[in-house]
């Protein structure tokens, strides 16, 4: 299973990703590079996929690759003069796929830009200073959750969270 993070606000190119990419891929959608960038820290992706829309494009690639430089990112690109798509990839992208596009030219592109991809360095964050007098006298490494788990645990949240709100709901 894939995770895939596509930073599109346009309802048009949701649908179309979800028909051309494997079932076996999950899709996280977002509408701006914001959400996108909370999004990232909460989990780790195998790709993203940018629209080239007014509102998110290079602002987005740009804001995406530096806050994870070692993730996969496929553009989709309303331009298809060569030198917009080399501009895209002078920029960080590793496939453009021009609008509108089929299902194979998608597929073709995720697959490259995934197969050639390192492993996805972590989020930069901030790293906490630890308090002495709370730490053990021995470190304890504690290993990395699985994509599995992170599925997992973000669907406990949400469960928790529509509990909440269903229990509000009844109260008034």
């Known amino acids: 299973m894939r995770v895939l993070l596509v930073i599109t606000d346009e309802h048009a190119i949701q649908e179309s990703l979800r028909a051309a990419l494997p079932e076996t891929d999950m899709l996280l959608f977002e ?8 999004r990232l820290i909460a989990l780790q992706v195998d790709g993203v996929i940018v629209d080239d829309a007014p509102r998110i494009g290079r602002h987005a690639l740009l804001r995406v690759l530096d806050a994870s ?4 990112v496929v553009v989709l690109s309303s331009h298809g003069d060569p030198e917009s798509l080399a501009s895209w990839t002078l920029a960080g992208a590793r496939a453009c796929v021009v609008k509108p596009f089929s299902c194979e030219q998608l597929c073709d592109a995720v697959n490259r830009a995934l197969q050639d991809a390192p492993a996805p360095a972590p989020m930069r964050l901030p790293a ?12 304890m490494s504690v290993p990395a959750p699985t994509p599995a788990a992170q599925y997992q645990m973000a669907l406990r949240w949400v ?9 509000k709901s009844t109260r008034l």
Not at 31 to 38: F, G, Q, T, V, Y
Request: charged residues 25%; proline residues 12%; aromatic residues 4%.
């Open 69 to 72: 430089p070692g993730v996969a």
């Open 159 to 167: 469960s928790r969270t529509a509990g909440q709100l269903d229990r």
């Open 31 to 38: 509408s701006d590079a914001d959400k996108a960038l909370r």
């Open 128 to 139: 906490p200073i630890p308090r002495q007098e709370y730490l053990p006298q021995m470190a």
